[in-house]
């Protein structure tokens, strides 16, 4: 959505609020989410453009509904996604460095935020999507999901013992006590 804004560069109003919805569906050009999550809800965006007197400033947040494979157990991971904005906003041409990210610039009166809003999403990601903040994840024996039950693999584990280190096992067995006796 391409945001209006002439109304603040000819000084007609000192604030200007917004609101609107993003569709994460369509456009190739929009950045796309992390792998295997998926969109629930439009990118929701509000904010302001507020008139200094010597500059325009804009502040907004954003944020949309998710669902996603949990990376511990492969569970359903929902949550919110949000972000926050704050930049200074310029007419084409005024600025020298019109791709710094200090700036939205604003085109014929128009501020077209869609693909920043939604690059600065994408980023908001965390590093690893769960299911619940306390996910055991999955045995990685026999592959049970460790939130629906437990397993005994652990104590099977513990008591099989690999014969390789076996020969050390006898070392050990050998070295003396504090009484200067072996164990056998």
Same mark, same amino acid.
């Given at each position: ?27 190739? !050009? ?40 949990? !990376? ?113």
């Amino acid at each position: 959505m391409k945001l209006d804004i002439n109304a603040l560069l000819s000084g007609k109003v000192r604030s200007l609020p917004f609101a609107y919805e993003i569709d994460c569906g369509g456009e190739d !050009d929009m950045p796309r989410p992390p792998a295997e999550v998926t969109f629930t809800s439009p990118i929701r965006v509000k904010g302001n453009i507020s008139d200094s007197g010597s500059c325009l400033y804009l502040t907004l947040e954003a944020d949309a509904d998710y669902t996603a494979l949990c !990376d511990r157990c492969g569970g359903k991971a929902e949550g919110v996604v949000s972000c926050r904005l704050e930049r200074m906003v310029a007419e084409e041409g005024i600025v020298a460095d019109e791709n710094s990210d200090d700036y939205f610039i604003a085109v014929e009166g128009k501020l077209d935020l869609d693909a920043e809003v939604a690059e600065e999403l994408m980023l908001a990601f965390p590093p690893q999507i769960l299911c619940r903040e306390d996910c055991r994840g999955v045995c990685p024996i026999c592959g049970q999901n460790k939130n629906e039950g437990d397993c005994d693999c652990e104590e099977k584990e513990a008591e099989r013992t690999d014969p390789r280190w076996d020969a050390i096992a006898r070392l050990l067995e050998e070295i003396p006590d504090e009484d200067g006796h072996g164990e056998n």
